[in-house]
């Protein structure tokens, strides 16, 4: 089992531009610091990203992995969605159609964490234990 | 009756029209006007699309170009001085050098439609058709005014399946002494005269883009203003292309347009006038409106661009993008590099490494 914390969702600004971008950094700040950061941008509010936005973006991720984390973006506005399109960084992200979704993501068991001698199938009662202890 | 074209046939043929006249109104997109599609697209300059160089011209200026041709005696342009400006400006023509068309400058142009109809009413014009700048309609001018005549009523609208256009012929003769033009538009009753041509009424960034495809694929009969250097590949003189840029058909590029190193244009898409695409940017089924920048590095993609102003087409949403670094607008005549750039430049035409494989997608 890894050990890491709390998947943490941030709000991300309506304007995603260089004064908000200062703002914004003092929060995540800290939390990109700590290990095994896993977070989640919220971006359903957004309505702009210039320059200083998409580049912040991309710093933060790139934090986030160096400390063996991810940063994942979540309910992306049509705004945002079409920013990261034009400028081509959409598809370096994790994108998730709502916030819970992206949490949930980090706490899905990776493909390459099964062990490789795991039965493909499903046993027919599921867990055996948990059923007599519901009984 | 003819093949449906909206010019290109000679009223002095049709001797049985009587005398007739035209008006074309160019409204402000301020108005609100009660003809103007619920959802007329407003620029950040205040000019509806209609108003804005597509394929080289403006829908607006061909309408007066294709009336003019058809052979029409009398015909009025009544714009606002912004919407007339950008003609002369943009095209680098004026519309009143024939002394046929003119230009009003009011900010509201219907008293001075008032005005102009009874002008020519006075000099003998016995019909009258009023076209408001919006829509892009082919059609024949000359069955609409024969259309009024054989039904023998006082007025006529154009429509088509999805409902009716603003686009009347009025019996000046049968016009109620002293009343504003506007109003009896508004008021009376027309008998309906179906358009069987092509329409798009241009309401929206989407159907920008079905016009500058549908005019690339030759689905109606708007012609990009330039050489088709290559099939699908309409280029206008001064526009630029550097040598490792590529050009997909099929596309247009307007006078002065540039296109950077490692840039690939394609899938219709249309650079007008004096825009710029920076190094190794993607254009794809986007259109680029005149004087607009486009930075490095970008996919741009189902949108229509105006400045700063990004409408994509795949989300239906428009906004400002504020980075002049991705998008931006560039002074007229003058390149963002600095160079000031002539009316007709130096067409590379033979280092244009264009592909003929046509890849519409519609």
Redesign the interface.
Known sequence: MLASGPVIVMQVPEQL?SEEVRNFLQEVGPLLESNRPRIVFDCSQV??I???GVEMLLDCLEEALKRDGDLKLAALS??A???L????VARVFETFSSSDEAVRSFNAIPADALAQDAPWYTPAFGNLGALKQAS | MGKPIFGFFDLKKRGSLGVVGAIVVGESGESKDAFAPAALPQLSNQRGFARVELLGRSVLDRTVDSLKAAGLPSVSLITPDLITQDLITHEGRAHKRDGKVRSLDASDVWPDVTQETTTMREQGVEALLIAVAGPYVEFHPGDMFQFQREQGVPIVRACDDSGDLPIWVVALEQLPDGIEVKSYLETANPAAFPVAGYVNRLENAAEVRRLVCDSLSGQCRLRPAGFEVKPGIWIAPGAQVERNARVVAPAFLGSGATVADQCLITRGTNLEANSQVDYGTVVEDSSVLSNTYVGIGLDLSHSVVDGIELMNTRYGIKFNVSDPAILGRIQENRSRFGATRGSIGNVELGAVPVSSQRTMRR
């Open positions: 531009n309505r702009s210039d320059g200083a049509p705004e969605e079409v920013m399109e034009l400028t081509r």
